[in-house]
T-cell receptor, first 115, second 117 residues
Framework: AAGVIQSPRHLIKEKRETATLKCYPIPRHDTVYWYQQGPGQDPQFLISFYEKMQSDKGSIPDRFSAQQFSDYHSELNMSSLELGDSALYFC??????????????FGPGTRLTVL | AQKVTQAQTEISVVEKEDVTLDCVYETRDTTYYLFWYKQPPSGELVFLIRRNSFDEQNEISGRYSWNFQKSTSSFNFTITASQVVDSAVYFCALSAYYGGSQGNLIFGKGTKLSVKP
């Protein structure tokens, strides 16, 4: 079965640079979530989109922005990168429906290293 | 506020031992979801199970079983006859249910399980 695709898998940037992470949800899934996982930490929710509209917002810095496109893929844009942004960034997708179908499936993650 | 507590930071067992990972949650919502995810050393997050708050039926899947008890706000995970491949960090997670769908996941701090041969 098709899974969530994230690109790139690894990214190295310098401080103050920008980065763009991409997420391609499971086909037919209409909702995308972004999470950030620091070293040795649990994943923290950043932002989510449903049908191309922002649906919820978590602890996402103002330097970050995201959107979901007409083909349902999503991009997380990160500017003025800081050393503390080094983390594993996960995208998850789900299909809104009944309580039995709405499960978030995660992509493999993008490991961002800021030097 | 929602909160998930996994009191066991690390557990080490020898292969074939049974092991239970504890999860206690807090929420004021009457409808919510509970999850377990596995994160092996390779880093991906693998979905294991989902439980809806209105379904307290316990579940068994092969060597895995889950015990959901609303009375104690717990959702514990047991691995029977553990294997080296079970070595991973296991996260318990909680989400609310509103507007006809689930919200974002609130994760516990995770329990690192090491299974030694």
């Amino acid at each position: 079965a098709a899974g969530v695709i994230q690109s790139p898998r690894h990214l190295i940037k310098e401080k103050r640079e920008t980065a763009t992470l991409k997420c391609y949800p499971i086909p037919r899934h209409d909702t995308v979530y972004w999470y950030q996982q620091g070293p040795g930490q649990d994943p923290q929710f950043l932002i989510s989109f449903y049908e191309k509209m922002q649906s919820d917002k978590g602890s996402i810095p103002d330097r970050f922005s995201a959107q979901q496109f007409s083909d349902y893929h999503s991009e997380l844009n990160m500017s003025s990168l800081e050393l503390g942004d080094s983390a594993l960034y996960f995208c998850a997708s789900s299909l809104k429906g009944t309580a039995y179908t709405d499960t978030q499936y995660f992509g493999p993650g993008t490991r961002l290293t800021v030097l | 506020a929602q909160k998930v507590t996994q009191a066991q930071t690390e557990i080490s067992v020898v292969e074939k031992e049974d092991v239970t990972l504890d999860c206690v949650y807090e929420t004021r919502d009457t409808t919510y979801y509970l999850f377990w995810y596995k994160q092996p050393p390779s880093g991906e997050l693998v979905f294991l199970i989902r439980r809806n708050s209105f379904d307290e039926q316990n579940e068994i899947s092969g060597r895995y079983s889950w015990n959901f008890q609303k009375s104690t706000s717990s959702f514990n995970f047991t691995i029977t006859a553990s294997q080296v491949v079970d070595s991973a960090v296991y996260f318990c997670a909680l989400s609310a249910y509103y507007g006809g769908s689930q919200g974002n996941l609130i994760f516990g701090k995770g329990t690192k399980l090491s299974v030694k041969p």
